[in-house]
């Protein structure tokens, strides 16, 4: 420790009077032989960072807004792939798109706005009001059980009761449809959203969890529509 405490001081001490010796040099940087590259900037990326960043401001200053303009998106564009993958399946792999129902989207879509847009939104954020932060595991459990307990069964019951409804079922159709459908559904929701649920609520900004979140969910919506419009075993027997 004395040798290293001497053979600093003596550095500093040559440094000052270097320094003296020759002011001008010690101020300026040395000379590379080769000059640095400066990269330009890549187009792409900046229309990224931009979009991105107007997407972080909108979430802090209208988050239900910016929330529920997303799930419309979302939801809608997952109907248009699972018709895509419908229609597809139904005419030997070729998309005719006279089959393609634009209403039957716009109906989705107009119910993610409500149920996941704001339904969801508001849940998560008094969620995290309730129970702040990822400390423990324990929490981090606790929030992802309660999601999936309280939030989820509401969210796709209404799903499944909305979706027939607005198509013109019946009140008994929709309960035969939703009692062959819940438990189905809600398993698949937990094996989805409930592995996801522990590394957002462990890993992500709440904030930004409605990006994440909203990918996840579009996925989610592609398998609901397609739930949702798939003709039931009673259906079938009776068509």
């Known amino acids: 420790m004395p040798n290293r405490l001497l053979i600093a ?4 001490f040559l440094a000052g009077v270097a320094e003296g010796y020759f002011p001008a040099a010690a101020a300026r940087p040395l000379a590379l032989s080769c000059p640095r590259r400066v990269a330009p900037p890549v187009l792409g990326f900046e229309v990224v960072s931009q979009l ?5 401001a909108s979430l802090e200053t209208h988050y239900y807004a910016t929330t529920a303009v997303q799930a419309f998106a979302l939801v809608g564009t997952g109907d248009a792939i699972s018709q895509l993958i419908e229609i597809s399946s139904a005419n030997a792999g070729e998309f005719v798109q ?13 119910l993610g706005l409500f149920i996941a847009g ?14 702040p932060g990822h400390a423990t595991v324990g929490r981090v459990l606790e929030k992802a059980s309660l999601d999936a ?10 799903y499944l009761i909305l979706v027939p409804l607005l198509e013109g079922k019946s009140p008994a159709e929709v309960q035969t449809m939703l009692n062959q459908r819940f438990i ?30 909203g990918f996840v969910s579009m996925c989610f ?13 009673s259906e079938e027997a009776t068509a």
Request: proline content about 9%.
């Open 52 to 56: 991105s960043d107007a997407y972080y």
């Open 184 to 213: 189905p559904v809600m398993q698949t929701e937990l094996s989805t959203f409930f592995p996801y649920n522990l590394i957002s609520f462990s890993l992500i900004n709440p904030l930004y969890r409605p990006f994440t979140t």
């Open 149 to 158: 307990c309280l939030w989820a069964p509401l969210a796709n019951t209404a």
């Open 221 to 233: 919506a592609i398998y609901m529509s397609w739930v949702t419009h798939n003709p039931t075993p």
């Open 98 to 110: 006279d089959d393609y129902d634009p209403g039957r989207t716009l109906r989705m879509a107009m």
């Open 118 to 131: 704001f339904g969801t939104s508001t849940w998560l954020q008094h969620l995290e009001g309730a129970l």
């Open 9 to 12: 001081s003596l550095l500093l």
